[in-house]
């Protein structure tokens, strides 16, 4: 896989992150081929490339956040937002055949989002290692 990164995480937190997503949503982690974060304006946007198995990342500045959206999500801080942006675009790689794809991509999202969140401060000091 190939990280083009901008942001303030390391390539190696984001690799590391990305393979903890891939592990909880059964994703082979081998089938991105690129993965590009960038930082934006905004608290955060991605976009999946499911003919090329690219994602694109964008992830907000702190004063952003804690951020709340119209469907009920809740963000505390950027290593939430990037966990969110992340599996929703993950998913959409893998969603061939599914119905309502924005609705199964931001479940499977929130669902990691709340593993994530369960057990953050240990995973994100694996992850900066």
């Not at 909880?24 to 930082?39: M, P, Q, S």
């Not at 500045?61 to 942006?85: C, N, Q, S, W």
């Not at 929703?88 to 609705?103: M, S």
Request: aromatic content about 10%; some cysteine.
């Amino acid at each position: 896989m190939i990280i083009k990164n901008t942001t303030n995480f390391s390539d190696q937190y984001i690799s590391q992150m990305l393979g903890w997503i891939c592990k909880e949503l059964k994703f082979a982690k081998k089938r991105i081929k690129k993965v590009t974060c960038r930082n934006t304006c905004i608290n955060l946007s991605g976009l999946a490339d499911i003919e090329n198995y690219e994602i694109i990342l964008r992830i907000g500045p702190e004063h952003l956040f804690p951020a709340k959206f119209e469907e009920g999500l809740f963000l505390t801080d950027r290593y939430e937002g990037m966990i969110f942006v992340a599996a929703h675009e993950i998913r959409h790689l893998d969603q061939k055949g599914i119905r309502y794809i924005e609705k199964d991509a931001n479940k499977k999202a929130e669902e990691i989002l709340d593993k994530f969140i369960e057990n953050k401060e240990e995973l994100i000091g694996q992850w900066s290692v």
